[in-house]
């Protein structure tokens, strides 16, 4: 039977509008233990999303293409994504970076998706409650976190925190969200082109986002909603008054119920002799709490972002025309950090066990990606869309289409625009899988609204060209996502073996996620990492190595190889790994460590010694690396050296057993008997669990050397009672009594 086109074009639509609905469900309430990194499993499952979108927009049409025309958009949409896709192809980690890049390609399938569905009003309004049931779900679950009750199951890492990050794994990430959502809401609730139903739907959104947002205490969502809200607050000027008027009698009415509500919550009892009023009152104490911390400064978040933004400044600078390919800047940007900035950077970051992937500047790190091209196109982007929106919103239409409705999602285009535009000047959020599927939806479903349409022909070889060029993108970007997802769905197994110390499993479940991912640093290093920890030295060489390939400028990663080397007795790689450790963290004293023992096992104790030098000028006062200094300037024939750095080591650890041993060691060899005898008696009191019996040994072989032989038996029968397997100790107390019976 042979199928009408119509009708399959009416299928397409339906699939268009609920593949839509879909995207945008999912990467909001996406939320599962299945992944290790839900920032990034959302961006991939979007990513993916959004390929068959494009397919199934592709395939509606025949011998045309309908579009609405909006080449303020097309053009620099355009540009962006060649200059994003060429500065892939020449990163360090393309398919990384094209992993990326799907991610900038959605954003104009989900504009000219949005521009379709926005021809129907039934289909328009479907995806516009779609929006805001979603974004209700998002609100209630945050709220309830923060209440203490948390129907998610987050990590053990947020209880007792009371956190509102809801299925968005972030504050900052709902703060993210919430840009979009509250301008469209509040623009819709002074519609008058929706049902009451809708509109009690849009002021449910603005309560439930408005409280959810306070709670995310993110002073970047705040400013970036008042920026949303003084340019919407603008356009009101030229609009019809009817809106002035909604706005200032919703003002009104929530001026007169305030009392009215304060007299009902009076009224309420709650636990013991409190009412819902204190209680309202407490929550009210706390945010304004909250608000006034969050304007405090300096704090935590403000020093670390400008430590990122001096150290992105230097490497968007030094970036060319591509820069190093998006998803690369986190890679790249420890070789751009300062002697300055490194010690400002261990003392503030390192505390917290934090990584620096983003530059919570978005624009920053488009150039330090894309290169300054690219960072010019994306700000040209934004305003482009901003003026459509605002055209949308205020020009009168050159189709049919309801102007309050019309205006309101232009307005509603407008703040979201705004509102993300001003919040990624301290954040990352046009790189959120959540935000800005939701903001190019809404920037789309306000130019079907207030665009014309241009039938753009086709010839039919034109036709199947183009939809075998998006099957083979739509394929290869699908594999491309679902190996993505896929590895990091073992990884994420991995990880919890390795909490709950079943290494062997870590390690199954890690060679899965390379074998799927092979070009992911991190995975690399994981398996790498727990290799090592269990023993399998040997095979922790190779995922090390390719970690570094990956991403050169791991100081973790680095050390991991160095020791590993170590192990496997490969001293000249163990250098070179832990120099490279050395130029990313120079203040880690384990890099030198590190360094230090490669070059003692290469027989350069001269070498090491200047390296064990070099991690004391950063902690002068560490006994162990004083220990490890005196052991190498020994062995390098300084032995009066040695001696006084291992006094100095035990008069910050005068309790150090080794440190004792050893310099009992060293006095021995200078002769120095009595000094000697002094500090093997402390060490084998000291280091009772190790060392005890070869260093009562060295006591009595001192006190033999002395020619106190009765000292020496008696030391001799001590030590044997203590140690009685010790052969050493037992050779010394035979020769011992042999002597006596002799005399």
Request: aromatic share 8%.
């Amino acid at each position: 039977m042979r199928i009408d086109s119509d009708s399959m074009r009416r299928a397409l639509e339906m699939a268009l509008e609920v593949g839509t609905g879909l995207t945008l469900v999912t990467v909001t309430l996406l939320y599962t233990p299945v992944f290790s990194d839900m920032f990034e499993a959302k961006g991939l499952v979007a990513s993916g999303l959004c390929l068959w979108l494009a397919l199934i927009w592709v395939l509606r049409f025949r011998s045309q293409i309908t579009l609405v025309w909006a080449p303020v958009i097309y053009v620099p949409l355009s540009l962006f994504l060649m200059q994003a896709l060429i500065s892939a192809g020449f990163s360090r980690n393309p398919a990384h970076s094209i992993e990326d890049w799907l991610g900038y390609f959605a954003w104009g399938t989900l504009f000219v998706t949005g521009a379709c569905l926005a021809s129907n009003l039934s289909r328009l309004n479907r995806i516009l409650r779609t929006i805001q049931l979603t974004s209700l779900v998002v609100a209630a679950v945050g709220i309830l976190q923060y209440a203490g009750h948390d129907p998610l199951g987050l990590p053990a890492r947020h209880a007792n925190l009371r956190l509102a990050v809801s299925t968005l794994g972030n504050t900052n990430f709902v703060a993210h969200y919430l840009d979009q959502i509250l301008p469209l809401s509040f623009v819709l609730l002074l519609s008058g082109a929706l049902r009451p139903v809708d509109r009690g739907l849009a002021l449910l959104c603005v309560l439930a986002g408005g409280i959810l947002l306070f709670l995310t205490n993110s002073l970047g969502g705040w400013l970036s909603i008042a920026a949303a809200a003084f340019v919407l607050a603008a356009s009101f000027v030229s609009l019809p008054r009817v809106w002035l008027r909604r706005v200032g009698i919703g003002i009104l009415c929530a001026g007169l119920l305030i009392p009215v509500a304060a007299v009902i919550l009076r009224s309420v009892p709650l636990d013991g002799n409190r009412s819902a009023s204190d209680a309202a009152s407490e929550a009210i104490s706390v945010i304004q709490t909250d608000v006034i911390h969050a304007f405090e400064r300096p704090d935590y978040s403000t020093a670390m972002r400008i430590l990122i933004w001096k150290d992105g400044w230097r490497l968007a600078k030094d970036q060319g025309w591509v820069g190093v390919g998006p998803g690369e800047w986190g890679t790249e940007l420890p070789a751009y950090r300062t002697s300055t900035s490194h010690r400002d950077w261990h003392g503030l970051i390192y505390a917290r066990q934090n990584q620096a992937y983003y530059a919570h500047q978005d624009y920053l790190q488009e150039w330090g990606e894309t290169g300054l091209l690219g960072a010019l196109l994306l700000l040209s982007l934004l305003a482009a869309a901003a003026t459509l929106c605002w055209r949308v919103a205020h020009a009168v239409p050159e189709i049919e289409s309801d102007p309050p409705l019309r205006r309101a999602l232009g307005l509603a285009g407008l703040g979201a625009v705004v509102a993300a535009g001003a919040h990624a000047l301290i954040s990352f959020n046009l790189r959120d899988p959540v935000a800005m599927p939701h903001l190019w939806l809404i920037v789309g479903l306000a130019a079907g609204m207030g665009l014309p349409t241009r039938q753009v022909a086709r010839s039919t070889v034109a036709r199947y060209v183009t939809i075998l060029a998006v099957v083979g993108m739509t394929a290869a970007g699908t594999w491309l996502t679902s190996r993505a997802l896929i590895s990091d769905s073992y990884l994420a197994r991995g990880l919890n073996h390795v909490y709950e110390h079943q290494g062997n499993r870590a390690i199954l479940a890690m060679r899965q996620a390379n074998q799927w991912r092979d070009y992911d640093a991190q995975t690399q290093h994981w398996l790498g990492k727990v290799s090592l920890e269990m023993g399998r030295v040997e095979e922790s060489i190779e995922p090390l190595e390719r970690s570094l390939t990956l991403s050169p400028f791991s100081a973790t990663a680095a050390r991991l190889l160095a020791r590993a080397s170590i192990k496997v007795g490969n001293p000249t790689r163990a250098m070179e790994a832990a120099k490279m450790a050395i130029a990313v963290d120079p203040l880690t004293p384990d890099n030198y460590q590190l360094l230090a023992i490669a070059q003692r096992r290469m027989g350069d104790s001269d070498a090491a010694a200047a390296t064990w030098r070099q991690a004391l000028s950063f902690h002068p006062e560490d006994p162990k690396l004083l220990a490890a200094l005196a052991q190498d300037l020994h062995l390098a024939g300084k032995a009066e050296d040695a001696i006084a750095v291992l006094e100095k080591a035990l008069q910050i650890a005068p309790r150090d057993g080794v440190s004792h041993g050893n310099l009992g060691v060293y006095l021995l060899g200078e002769g120095r008997y009595k000094e000697a005898e002094s500090h093997f008696r402390q060490a084998a009191q000291s280091d009772q669990e190790t060392s005890a019996a070869a260093w009562s040994g060295n006591l009595i072989h001192v006190l033999i050397l002395q020619e106190r032989w009765s000292d020496a038996l008696e030391e001799a029968k001590e030590a044997i009672n203590s140690h009685p397997e010790d052969e050493r100790l037992r050779e010394l107390l035979r020769t011992l009594e042999e002597r006596q019976e002799i005399q």
